[in-house]
């Protein structure tokens, strides 16, 4: 069973850093393309960024390039989410996803759900 289940999500001032996690269960990680949404009440969720199978990262928002960056840890079959320079405009639930594909795309129908990043002063 595809399991998806995120973490690392808190209260954090403007400029500041936070690394989320998503740990996968029920599949290797490795294998496939896994991408970070985030999502906020009444809104369409936005596609953040992605990484591949063979680790070719894909931004989907302008705006955290050069802010944000995504990784993968083998051993512990988990994707981070690295976010510094935190903005109030990054408020969101932020969460995980999958197609079980070798490729980036912004259609990941297997997602977790998800962790609150909040960005305040």
């Known amino acids: 069973q595809v399991q998806l289940q995120e973490s690392g999500g808190d209260l954090v001032q403007p400029g500041g850093s936070l690394r989320l996690s998503c740990a996968a269960s029920?599949?290797?990680?490795?294998?496939?393309?896994i991408g970070w949404f985030r999502q906020l009440p009444g809104k369409e969720r936005e596609g953040v960024i992605c990484?591949?199978?063979?680790?070719?990262?894909?931004y989907y928002a302008d705006s955290v390039k050069g802010r944000f960056t995504i990784s993968r840890d083998s051993a512990k079959n988990t994707v981070y989410l690295q976010m510094n320079s935190l903005k109030p405009e990054d408020t969101a639930l932020y969460y995980c996803?999958?197609?079980?594909?070798?490729?980036?795309?912004?259609?990941?129908?297997?997602r977790g759900k998800g962790t609150l990043v909040t960005v305040s002063p």
């Open positions: 990484i591949s199978s063979s680790g070719d990262m894909t």
């Open positions: 996803a999958t197609e079980l594909d070798l490729y980036c795309s912004g259609s990941m129908n297997y």
């Open positions: 029920g599949f290797t990680q490795d294998y496939f393309a």
